[in-house]
Every structure is written in structure tokens, then in C-alpha cells.
């Protein structure tokens, strides 16, 4: 079993699990992913029945082998589900919480396309799944937050090539979200505004840091970026969950979102790279503003910000369109 447990100076919750040493691994990080992924006819998402894989949901609906979006329990899972909620215990000055949660995956059928190349409609529909999935998830009662990122290539953690979505029901609010909502509330408070929908506008009106724009969603390079090349996706309609926004506003996130991941692909020589939805919790946050991340992985960090939390970013953010629009 996982283990959560407190830094009783910081308040911040890590995971302990061993058992993920067990994960297969295809390839080691530096090598190049499409010349080290295993063929085709052995990926264990091709065949979910043959690899054990064995279904939670398959889209279309009773799609059967002819699957487009399948959702299936990570083999080798950070939380395991279990019918009680866990209860924090005390350990001389620690917090400990049982890893008790859950881990799912959510595969595209296509080996090789990730989701810069699949087709806009496809995408499309793969966030409307992923809403459904959370809408499931959080009617856990013990859930407090979904985390739901994408990890592309060996540096961003993935270990399997084929592409998968990840979708983690959390029993706590993770430390960084903590921070986004508590800032976003303290923001609200002090000015009656969300605090992204000002940046949204400020950017818009600066227009200096703009990747992508269409109607309904923003892709900019952060003022205060932590790396290289990072890029926030924004809708520009006020949602601050992203499973209740509707058709169109996902359809033009969709497109910011895969708009970028191509630019990143064609300017920067492919990286691996790392994607993340941020959303209001279960319990909800209405001063909050739903939000894509996109984290290339084109530096590492040193000594100053693992010592100090500081981030040095060598790329100037009012750099990036010129780089990645040129």
C-alpha cells in the first residue's frame, strides 16, 4: 500500500510507493522514444484483453474491439482504490494517510499519434471523455481532487510510448493546487476578480507573450515562467471546472492546446514534454479559472531552486512567440 505523508515544517504531502519500481520501462530517458518503443504488436495497450488491460470504459459505448478511447486501472498504480475513506494517523511528529485513491489510465487507440497529431475532433472528444471520467471519479466521496496530466517521452516520466492520459483520484488537495487556489481566493477577495481572467486581459492587451489565439482560448508564455517555453492555455469565458464547460469552449481549448504542442514539436526539435489540467476540486471554487499547462522539458533544475524553491528560467517569456511563430 502508498502512503501519504506530511512535512510537518512545510505542511506539503509526498507519496511513498514502492511498488512502482515494478512499472515496465521501455526506454531510458535520453534515448531517442520512436527507435526505442516496442513494436506495435507488443504494446500493452494494443491488445487490452491479451495484456490483461481489461476495460473500465470503452468510447464509443459498447464499442467492443473497435475502440477509439479506452479507460483501464493503471497496473502499477500510485493509489489503490478501497471502499473506506483513510483517516490521517499520527507518527511521533508525522502525518501519515493511506495511498487509498485511485489510478486510471485513458489511451487513444492510434500507436503513434500523440495529441499534437491527432485530428481536431478526436481531441475534441478526448476531453469531452475526460470530463465524463472525472464526473465518475469525484463522485467518490473520498476524492478531494483529479489530477489529470499527460507525460510525453522518457524526461517527462513516461514509460511506455504509446499515449496515455492519467487521471489520479487524490484523497487530499495537492500541495502546488493548495497554493494556485488559496492564491486565487486571496486575489478574488482583495480586487472582486479572478485573478486569471485580469492576466487574460492584460496579456491580450500587452500582446507580447501571445502563442495562440482563437475565440475562445488563449495560449500564452507566463510572465513569471518556471521554464523554458512554458505555455498556459486560458479560456477566455469565466469556468472554473473544466468537466462543466461547454461544447465550444473545449473545442477552442482543444485547438490552443494542440496549436502549441505542434509549435513546440516543430520549433524546438520535438521535446518530451509534460501537460496538466488545472481545476476547481470536488467541493468546487468559484473564484478559480480552469486552465491548461504545458511544461517542455528543455532544462533541469540545480542547486538555487531545489535549495531555495527560486527558479531561474534562462528564456526570457517575452521571447517565446518570436521563437516559436518565426
Keep these: 500500500m502508498s502512503q501519504f505523508r506530511e512535512d510537518p515544517v512545510s505542511g506539503d504531502w509526498v507519496v511513498i510507493t514502492p511498488g512502482r519500481l515494478a512499472r515496465p520501462r521501455e526506454f531510458a530517458s535520453g534515448e531517442d522514444r520512436k527507435n526505442r518503443a516496442l513494436p506495435r504488436e507488443e504494446c500493452p495497450f494494443e491488445d487490452l484483453h491479451k ?26 498504480p500510485i493509489l489503490e482504490f478501497s471502499a473506506t475513506c483513510p483517516t490521517p494517523i499520527s507518527y511521533g511528529p508525522y502525518k501519515i494517510l493511506d495511498g487509498k485513491g485511485r489510478h486510471e489510465l485513458v489511451l487513444t487507440r492510434d500507436h503513434d499519434k500523440n495529441f499534437a497529431h491527432i485530428s481536431g475532433e478526436e481531441a475534441f472528444i478526448l476531453f469531452k471523455v475526460f470530463g465524463e471520467e472525472y464526473s465518475r471519479l469525484t463522485q467518490d466521496p473520498c476524492v478531494e481532487y483529479v489530477s489529470l496530466f499527460h507525460a510525453w517521452g522518457p524526461a517527462a516520466g513516461a514509460s511506455i510510448y504509446h499515449p496515455h492520459y ?3 483520484a487524490l484523497p487530499i ?19 472582486g476578480r479572478c485573478v486569471h481572467c485580469d492576466l487574460i486581459e492584460f496579456e491580450k492587451k500587452e500582446g507580447k507573450r501571445i502563442v495562440f489565439e482563437n475565440e475562445m482560448a488563449l495560449a500564452v508564455a507566463p510572465f513569471a515562467s518556471r521554464q523554458p517555453f512554458e505555455i498556459r492555455i486560458f479560456p477566455k469565458i469565466h469556468t472554473p471546472d473544466f468537466k462543466s464547460a461547454d461544447a465550444g ?16 514539436e516543430e520549433k524546438l526539435k520535438d521535446p518530451d514534454y509534460n501537460f496538466f489540467i488545472h481545476t476547481a476540486p470536488r467541493r468546487g471554487a468559484k473564484d478559480y479559472h480552469f486552465h491548461v499547462e504545458i511544461l517542455p522539458k528543455t532544462s533541469i533544475f540545480g542547486g538555487l531552486e531545489w535549495g531555495t524553491g527560486i527558479i531561474v528560467n534562462v528564456v526570457d517569456p517575452d521571447t517565446v512567440p518570436d521563437t516559436l511563430l518565426k
Design 249 to 264: 469552449l473545449l473545442r477552442g481549448v482543444t485547438e490552443a492546446l494542440q496549436k502549441t504542442l505542434q509549435l513546440l
Design 166 to 168: 492519467q487521471m489520479l
Design 173 to 191: 488537495i495537492p500541495p502546488h493546487v493548495r497554493g494556485s487556489l488559496d492564491g486565487s481566493k486571496r486575489y478574488y477577495e482583495k480586487n
Design 51 to 76: 495484456s490483461g488491460n481489461e476495460p473500465i470504459a470503452l468510447y464509443p459505448k459498447n464499442s467492443g474491439e473497435n475502440w477509439n478511447i479506452a479507460v483501464i486501472p493503471n497496473k502499477f
